[in-house]
Structure formats: structure tokens, C-alpha cells
């Protein structure tokens, strides 16, 4: 394997482990469901899109052909992610999970778990 690739690989698994530690650490660490929501959705999905699209590179380049199973993977977490943050939002408003006093805007909370769905 030419070592330009390899240093790819390396480059995005460090960044892919940067980004799922920090995910790791804000979801044991933050203080409210809410501020712990972005967490796993934002951190987490990156560092795992970093690892997976490492994992592609470098079984691409080993295997003599396009890996096509971590593309759809990380198509799929990177589409289903967003969504799933989404209704676990909507969930914990509906069951009154508490903000943190100082969250801005809470005062729209009680309206938005009124709101009918479509």
C-alpha cells in the first residue's frame, strides 16, 4: 500500500476517535438530556463516519475494488442520525424533561409539545 494512503487512513481514524471521544465524554458529562442529546448526534456521527470511511479507503485499496459496504453504512448513519436526535427531543419533551435554568428559549418548550403533528 502506497504510504500517502496509509497516512490517510491514520489521519482519519485519529480524527475519528477524536470526535467519538468527545461524543463519549459530553454524553457522560453534560448536565441535561438536552444539552446531552447533541452529544452522540453530532460527535459521535462524525468520528464514526471517520472510522468508516477509513475502513472503505483502506479495503478499497487492499481488496482491488470500490468497499461498498461502509458507503452505505455511513450513508445510513449519516441519514438516520439526525432524525433519531430529532424524535428523541420530541420524546423528552412530551415526557416534561427538564431543561437547565439558564437554556434559552425554554419558554417555547411548552408550545412545541402542544403542537399537533401533521
Not at 420524546?91 to 403533528?117: F, G, I, V, W, Y
Amino acid at each position: 500500500m502506497h504510504p500517502a494512503i496509509e497516512w490517510t487512513v491514520v489521519v482519519l481514524l485519529l480524527i475519528g476517535s477524536v470526535f467519538l471521544l468527545v461524543g463519549s465524554v459530553g454524553l457522560a458529562r453534560l448536565p441535561d438530556f438536552f444539552t446531552r442529546l447533541h452529544a452522540p448526534t453530532k460527535a459521535s456521527t462524525l468520528g464514526i463516519g471517520g472510522v468508516l470511511i477509513a475502513s472503505c479507503l483502506y479495503f478499497s485499496i487492499e481488496q482491488d475494488g470500490l468497499s461498498v459496504k461502509e458507503l452505505v453504512i455511513t450513508l445510513f448513519l449519516f441519514i438516520t442520525a439526525p432524525i433519531t436526535a430529532h424524535m428523541l427531543a420530541k420524546a423528552a419533551l412530551h415526557q416534561d424533561s427538564p431543561p437547565l435554568e439558564r437554556t434559552r428559549n425554554s419558554d417555547l418548550m411548552t408550545p412545541a409539545k402542544d403542537r399537533e403533528s401533521p
